[in-house]
Every structure is written in C-alpha cells, then in structure tokens.
C-alpha cells in the first residue's frame, strides 16, 4: 500500500531564517505531487505540483520554492522566512492518469516568529 | 472552468441528528467529485468519490454522498451524527485538475 509521510511534524523558526520541508511516497511510482498551504481559518492553497522530477509548477508567486530531487521525493523551501509563511503545510499526491483524487500527508506546522 | 461551492462554513448538528453538507459544482464536463475529512492538526483524508458508476456513493465512517447532475449537486450525508464526526469537511470536483471547496467546519452537539 501506499504511505505518503512529512517532516518535521512541526517546527518553529525565526523571521529571515531558511526552511526545507521533506516529503516522501512509498509504494507508488511516477506520482504527481503537491504541496498546499492552510492559513488559520482559511482553505486550501495550492502552492507548487510535479508531474516529474525537476518539472515543477507553481502557483502562487511568493517566498517559497520546490524541488523535486527523485521520484517520490518533494521538498519546499525558502531562503528567507516571513510571518506570512506560518501555517500547515500539507503534501500530496496522486497517480499520473485517474479521476484526480489525492492523498495526503500528515502535515507540518509552521510558526515563524 | 470547474468550481466547488460548499454552503455554509460551519454547521452545528446534535448527536444523533442527520448532517448533511452542501456541495455544488460546476464543471464544463462530467466531472469527478470528492469528500474530504480533516481532523485537527491532521491531513486531509479521503471519505468517498464519485467516477460517473453509481450515483449514490458510500464511503467510510457512515458518510454518503449522492450526485445529482440535474441541480449541479454533491451533498454529503450521514443518518446519525457522533461526537466524533467533528471535524472539517471538504468538497473537491475534477475533470483535469481538483479544485477544492472552502471547507465546511461540522459541530456536534451532546
């Protein structure tokens, strides 16, 4: 069966600090994958998706980046940390060819202060 | 263009009670439909999907969801509401791309 997982759970960083945040699939080859934010109260965003390694799109212009190293391996980034990047960042991913559904990690909790 | 409509951003039901959370799509060809559940602090996770075979769907935990192409409508519901149905509650549509709902926060009252 398929597991999607994230890390760190949660995490606590300073404005102007870097970030990595890491997501691995296992038992699945060639998935699209996802990173999404939720800002309190708030829905969905999708930030970044990857139909391959290295071919990232993006959604939102903002502070953040992707990459995409292997097949199953997603991981956002900044160089600089604002305020405005807490929030629960969640990952995602979904077979190449389907009806679309995706599936989730577990998250990670972002608080920049 | 495909979008989700999800009426009302929190719903309260007594313990027991029928819930039921209102979907609406709009979908430029007969889309895929899906119902998320979110616990706190937790991700997203799949309840039921419709793919155009029957058009009343079961999922887990209790939940179905009928599609009704007439009134553009994906409604979710469960005859007996528990304590631990509280959570929040996502409709998404897809025909190319999965468009989200803004999410429907479910209270369960003792």
């Known amino acids: 069966s398929q597991t999607i997982h994230q890390w760190p759970a949660t995490l606590v960083q300073p404005v102007g600090s870097p970030l990595s945040l890491e997501c691995t699939v296992e038992?699945?080859?060639?998935?699209?994958l996802y990173w999404y934010r939720q800002a309190a109260g708030r829905g969905l965003q999708l930030l970044f998706y990857?139909?391959?390694?290295?071919?990232i799109s993006s959604e939102v212009p903002q502070n953040l980046s992707a990459s995409r190293p292997q097949d199953r391996q997603f991981i956002l980034s900044s160089k600089k940390l604002l305020l405005s990047d807490s929030g629960f960042y969640l990952c995602?991913?979904?077979?190449?060819?389907?009806?679309?559904?995706?599936?989730f990690g577990p998250g990670t909790r972002l608080t920049v202060t | 263009a495909q979008s989700v409509t999800q009426l009302g951003s929190h719903v309260s039901v007594s313990e027991g009670a029928l819930v039921l959370l209102r979907c609406n799509y709009s979908?430029?060809?007969?889309?895929?439909l899906f119902w998320y559940v979110q616990y706190p602090n937790q991700g997203l996770q799949l309840l039921l999907k419709?793919?155009?075979?029957?058009?009343l769907v079961k999922g887990i935990n209790g939940f179905e969801a009928e599609f009704k192409k007439s009134e553009t409508s994906f409604h979710l519901t469960k005859p007996s509401a528990h304590m631990s149905d509280a959570a929040e509650y996502f409709c998404?549509?897809?025909?190319?791309?999965?468009?989200f709902g803004k999410g429907t926060r479910l209270h369960i009252l003792p």
């Open positions: 995602a991913w979904s077979v190449r060819r389907g009806a679309g559904e995706q599936y």
């Open positions: 038992g699945t080859s060639n998935p699209n």
């Open positions: 990857s139909i391959g390694i290295d071919q």
């Open positions: 979908s430029s060809v007969p889309p895929y």
């Open positions: 419709y793919t155009s075979a029957a058009t």
């Open positions: 998404a549509v897809s025909d190319n791309k999965i468009i």
